[in-house]
């Protein structure tokens, strides 16, 4: 996956910035998440694989994705094709998505607890976080009942894990240390 991730880094990151320039970041992510979907398609992947020159196979993907797609994603897409990068698309989507969070200074947070969080408990968890990543926070909620109890909060690269769990983990290794 990190090698797909690396291929489709430089066309994600050359499309978030024309649809920034455009005042279309929506309008393309609409039109990505489609084309995504098409090149997920088993019966695509097989094409996608196969040996069509690059031209005939960028003119099935687009007549594939018919109106949901405009001109400016049909010249995206023949770009991947001539690169045989199409199957990247998945990939080029994940990262447009992500581009589009850090631009909007939003994060997704997975918060796990041993119990099911109140909607007052996410609200108030909601508002600390915001305040200390400085970012608009969507919470995904879990429950593990095997923490114990507390939380384990996972924003990007950040984790924060405040269960028990862990906590008599820790605690174990030093005993035996």
């Known amino acids: 996956m990190s090698e797909l991730t690396t291929v489709a880094r430089p066309y994600a990151k050359a499309a978030f910035d024309y649809a920034l320039e455009n005042s279309a970041v929506e309008k393309w992510q609409e039109m990505l998440f489609f084309s995504a979907e098409v090149a997920k398609n088993e019966a695509v992947g097989e094409l996608l694989s196969g ?3 690059a031209t005939k196979l960028a003119d099935l993907f ?4 018919g109106e949901q797609v405009d001109d400016k994603i049909q010249n995206f897409i ?8 199409l199957a990247a698309l998945p990939a080029i989507l994940a990262l447009f998505n992500e581009l589009k969070a850090t631009y909007d200074k939003e994060v997704d947070v ?3 607890s041993a119990a099911e969080l109140s909607a007052k408990q996410q609200e108030e968890l ?11 926070v969507k919470l995904h909620c879990n429950v593990d009942p095997s923490l114990v109890a507390g939380l384990v909060i996972k924003a990007g690269d950040t984790v ?5 769990k862990s906590k008599l983990g820790r605690l174990s290794d030093a005993l035996q240390a």
Do not use: F, M, W
């Open 62 to 65: 687009i007549n594939i994705c």
């Open 126 to 136: 909601g508002a600390s976080l915001e305040k200390r990543l400085a970012r608009k």
């Open 160 to 164: 924060i894990d405040g269960s028990v």
């Open 51 to 53: 040996s069509l020159a």
């Open 78 to 85: 023949k770009v991947l094709a001539e690169n045989g990068r």
């Open 110 to 112: 997975d918060v796990t």
